[in-house]
């Protein structure tokens, strides 16, 4: 029989937590300079929401200001700004490699104990038959870990179908958010790629192809759509039956659980 990778296994081997320390402490450092280029004085957002961009550059604390907002959404995708095209490309196959093994490790050991149910149960010489098919407990939790095995299976799927890995994926995974709010100001779709010209600029983007056409085509196109995607099946969770085996505390954790994974488990 063929080893499963364990979860420690894929740790120490991709290292991810390397990665996401490295993520928070771009954002960090360049907080405030993502600041400065939104809210610069010949920034289009000038001509959205006004009031609140002045309300946040007066008190860094504002946590209500559209600024601080956009600022928060690029806080992954900060972090590839400042990596070459091809440091962009290696960390996103790497992140990938960890979070498609992860799922797959999951998926085959849920599998695997669900093979054997009888696991979950008292031995057949231990209690009567029809006593023993009265017990609810265990039958809750196969169901619990069916329920869970098929969202996973929405996982794995997504990991076998995703698209091919370029210098601009770790881009267009991160920045869907970004572009949701400059939609939801109203923004122009003049005024989004102005913006995300100066953001390229200021941190000069290893990406030579970044004119107006190309990052609306190369860069937004699929930062929305996977932003949508991603958002469609995560409403779609609350809408799912549930076995009626399932107390209320196994559904909220089997809501977050399934949450957990489409969030975090598709961040690259």
């Given at each position: ?6 979860v420690?296994e894929l ?5 991810p937590q ?9 954002f960090?450092k360049?907080?405030k300079?993502l ?25 860094d604390?504002?946590?209500n200001s ?7 959404s ?5 972090y ?5 095209k ?5 960390i996103?196959?790497r992140?990938?490699?960890y979070?498609?093994g ?20 008292s031995?057949?010489?231990?209690i009567?038959?029809r ?12 169901d ?10 929405v996982e794995?799927?997504?990991?076998n179908?995703?698209?091919r890995v370029g ?6 995974i991160s920045m869907?958010?970004f ?5 939801d100001l109203g923004m ?6 102005t ?8 941190f000069n ?8 056409e ?8 699929p ?9 469609l099946e ?14 209320p ?11 957990l ?8």
């Open positions: 029989m063929k080893k499963i990778t364990t420690k740790q120490n081997e991709y290292n390397e990665i996401i320390d490295a993520i928070e402490k771009s960090k360049y907080r300079k600041i400065s280029i939104i809210g610069h004085p010949d920034s289009p957002i000038l001509k959205y929401h006004q009031s609140q961009q002045i309300s946040f550059l007066e008190n604390h504002n946590h559209i600024i601080n907002e956009i600022v928060e690029l806080r992954d995708a900060v590839f700004m400042t990596l070459n091809k440091k962009r490309t290696q996103t196959k992140m990938r490699s979070e498609s992860y799922v797959n490790s999951i998926l085959h050991r849920i599998n695997n104990f669900l093979d054997e149910p009888e696991l979950l149960r031995p057949t010489w231990s009567p038959n006593k023993r098919r009265r017990s609810g407990f265990p039958e809750s939790i196969i619990f870990l069916e329920a869970l095995r098929s969202n996973i299976e794995a799927k997504y990991w179908s995703v698209s210098y601009l994926t770790g881009l267009q869907g958010k572009f949701i709010i400059l939609q122009s779709q003049k005024d989004q790629i913006i995300v010209q100066s953001l390229f600029d200021n983007v290893d990406w030579d192809e970044g004119d107006r190309n990052i609306k085509m190369s860069l937004q196109k930062a929305l759509a996977n932003y949508e995607k991603q958002h995560l409403r779609q969770v609350s809408s799912l039956p549930f076995s009626k085996t399932l107390n505390g196994m559904i909220i954790l089997l809501e977050e659980l399934t949450l994974y489409k969030n975090f488990l598709r961040r690259f």
